[in-house]
């Protein structure tokens, strides 16, 4: 069953998570979890920090 679609409007937060097919991980080391952030907002136009 599929999720029903997101409703979308300017300026809204979002909560984003990430993760692998059948929750394997997507980060090989340390730094590619450190860079996920920063790419992420380039991507979207945001910069994000990470805590």
């Known amino acids: 069953m599929t999720r029903p679609l997101r409703i979308e409007y300017p300026g809204a ?4 998570t990430a993760r692998g ?5 997507i980060y090989t ?8 952030p920063g790419l992420l907002g380039k991507l979207s136009g945001v ?5």
């Open 29 to 36: 080391d340390a730094e590619d979890f450190r860079a996920f």
């Open 21 to 25: 097919n059948a929750r394997q991980r």
């Open 13 to 16: 937060w979002y909560h984003v």
């Open 47 to 51: 910069m994000l920090t990470a805590s």
